[in-house]
């Protein structure tokens, strides 16, 4: 967290929400970046660029344009989501049952299940506000502009792995593979519990020269990554545990077990039949010799 890393500022971010502004208000940006000696790239570390770093440009603009920014202190990708407030939360204390303690009983008040609106993936002849929801480039980005101010962010697998090889070869260093920046989840095939899992995204952002604002330069249109995360996860200890010897070995001793009572029913089923004929084999050998006549002894 201790090393610089190189990475555009706030003003590409800017430069691009300003590309089809006025001409004039372009030149007044120029010129406002000039003053503040704001160039297209700077050294930050990873912790800066992730939680916030002072930044002059933003706080000339909350100064003047108070609404404009969201950011009303330092300027990062997760700036405003560390340590943020997302609602209420109930939990049990477990006063009445330790076992119940700090697990989450409502959020917001609500204790039901949220349902997304039934608008959620509508396209634009449903839900007009869904129509070019996604003004993507190549293929393999997803535009999440409209979820971070406009600014022109996408997201995609890492090195942009499974997107157009020209997303790759456009900057250097990157070396997609699927063992490394693949997407995964193990569910299991019966149940359908999610058993290991590892979550790979990147995030970036789209580049380029704007005309007008001098400091964007000669920069070719190019989505330059900042950053990549994963999350991943998997099923242990007790829970695991647990899930085995109810889901995979109980149902394999009743798989055997059945063979076994079926076996079992036939032996007791045979048991009385046999002592049957033997009962009657018996029987009729008895009459047979009290009929037969006394044999007679010569003198």
Same mark, same amino acid.
């Not at 890393?5 to 003003?11: M, S």
């Not at 969201?70 to 340590?83: H, M, R, S, V, Y």
């Not at 519990?193 to 580049?207: F, G």
């Given at each position: 967290?201790?090393?610089?890393?190189?990475?555009?500022?706030?003003?590409?971010?800017? %430069?691009?929400?300003?590309?089809?502004? *006025?001409?004039?208000?372009?030149?007044?940006?120029? /010129? +406002?970046?000039?003053? =503040? &000696?704001?160039?297209?790239?700077?050294?930050?570390?990873?912790?800066?660029?992730?939680?916030?770093?002072?930044?002059?440009?933003?706080?000339?603009?909350?100064?003047?344009?108070?609404?404009?920014?969201?950011?009303?202190?330092?300027?990062?990708?997760?700036?405003?989501?560390?340590?943020?407030?997302?609602?209420?939360?109930?939990?049990?204390?477990?006063?009445?049952?330790?076992?119940?303690?700090?697990?989450?009983?409502?959020?917001?008040?609500?204790?039901?299940?949220?349902?997304?609106?039934?608008?959620?993936?509508?396209?634009?002849?449903?839900?007009?506000?869904?129509?070019?929801?996604?003004?993507?480039?190549?293929?393999?980005?997803?535009?999440?502009?409209?979820?971070?101010?406009? %600014?022109?962010?996408?997201?995609?697998? *890492?090195?942009?792995?499974?997107?157009?090889?020209? /997303? +790759?070869?456009?900057? =250097? &260093?990157?070396?997609?593979?699927?063992?490394?920046?693949?997407?995964?989840?193990?569910?299991?095939?019966?149940?359908?519990?999610?058993?290991?899992?590892?979550?790979?995204?990147?995030?970036?952002?789209?580049?380029?020269?704007?005309?007008?604002?001098?400091?964007?330069?000669?920069?070719?249109?190019?989505?330059?990554?900042?950053?990549?995360?994963?999350?991943?996860?998997?099923?242990?200890?007790?829970?695991?545990?647990?899930?085995?010897?109810?889901?995979?070995?109980?149902?394999?001793?009743?798989?055997?077990?059945?063979?076994?009572?079926?076996?079992?029913?036939?032996?007791?089923?045979?048991?009385?039949?046999?002592?049957?004929?033997?009962?009657?084999?018996?029987?009729?050998?008895?009459?047979?010799?009290?009929?037969?006549? *006394?044999?007679?002894?010569?003198?």
């Amino acid at each position: 967290m201790a090393s610089s890393l190189p990475c555009p500022r706030a003003l590409q971010g800017a %430069a691009m929400m300003m590309e089809n502004k *006025p001409m004039s208000l372009k030149l007044i940006m120029t /010129l +406002a970046f000039s003053t =503040l &000696g704001e160039r297209a790239f700077m050294n930050r570390t990873v912790g800066e660029i992730m939680w916030g770093y002072e930044d002059p440009l933003v706080h000339l603009v909350n100064k003047y344009l108070p609404n404009m920014f969201p950011f009303k202190g330092k300027f990062g990708l997760f700036a405003e989501l560390n340590n943020s407030n997302s609602g209420l939360f109930t939990v049990f204390t477990g006063v009445k049952d330790f076992s119940r303690i700090h697990l989450v009983d409502k959020w917001n008040g609500l204790s039901k299940r949220f349902v997304a609106p039934s608008t959620l993936f509508a396209n634009g002849s449903t839900y007009p506000p869904n129509e070019g929801f996604c003004p993507c480039l190549e293929s393999g980005i997803q535009n999440i502009s409209t979820c971070r101010f406009n %600014a022109p962010l996408f997201l995609s697998h *890492p090195h942009f792995y499974n997107a157009d090889p020209m /997303l +790759a070869e456009a900057v =250097l &260093g990157l070396h997609p593979n699927p063992e490394e920046h693949s997407l995964f989840l193990d569910v299991h095939p019966v149940t359908g519990i999610p058993m290991n899992c590892s979550v790979k995204l990147q995030l970036s952002l789209y580049v380029k020269a704007i005309k007008g604002i001098g400091q964007t330069g000669k920069i070719e249109p190019v989505v330059l990554p900042l950053m990549w995360f994963e999350e991943s996860g998997a099923m242990e200890g007790e829970p695991l545990q647990t899930f085995y010897t109810q889901l995979v070995l109980v149902p394999s001793v009743l798989h055997y077990a059945q063979y076994v009572l079926v076996g079992l029913g036939c032996v007791l089923l045979f048991i009385p039949i046999i002592h049957q004929i033997r009962s009657q084999v018996g029987g009729g050998w008895r009459e047979a010799r009290a009929e037969r006549p *006394p044999a007679r002894l010569s003198g």
